[in-house]
């Protein structure tokens, strides 16, 4: 059974920085593609960042290219988000997801597990 745990959210102002984290509680984390989602008010789920098993591989979405981090410790079971020159349009509540397997996948479809999400508020 995998279990997700993030933290690391909170409010900051525009042009800030946050760096988010997410505890694997499981067997095998290496065996785990990870991804970071977000779901602003009154709008879809969107993914925000993918990472292979070995971190070698990361996808990430348009508008947060050149802003936004993902990585992984094997060592540690976690995975990061470092959130830099964060703007009011990236507010929303961010969600750790786990799915079986080595590769990169982006669509929410194909992440099996799920944490509950840490509030991020950028104010302007």
């Known amino acids: 059974q995998v279990q997700l745990v993030e933290s690391g959210g909170g409010l900051v102002q525009a042009g800030g920085s946050l760096t988010l984290s997410c505890v694997f509680s499981?067997?095998?984390?290496?065996?785990?593609?990870m991804a970071w989602f977000r779901q602003a008010p009154s709008k879809e789920r969107e993914m925000v960042a993918a990472?292979?098993?070995?971190?070698?591989?990361?996808n990430y979405t348009d508008s947060v290219k050149g802003r936004f981090t993902i990585s992984r410790d094997n060592a540690k079971n976690t995975m990061y988000l470092q959130m830099n020159s964060l703007r009011p349009e990236d507010t929303a509540v961010y969600y750790c997801?786990?799915?079986?397997?080595?590769?990169?996948?982006?669509?929410?479809?194909?992440?099996?597990?799920w944490g509950h999400g840490t509030q991020v508020t950028v104010s302007s």
């Open positions: 997801a786990t799915r079986p397997g080595h590769l990169v996948r982006t669509a929410e479809s194909d992440y099996t597990s």
């Open positions: 499981g067997r095998h984390f290496s065996a785990f593609g």
């Open positions: 990472i292979n098993w070995n971190g070698g591989s990361t």
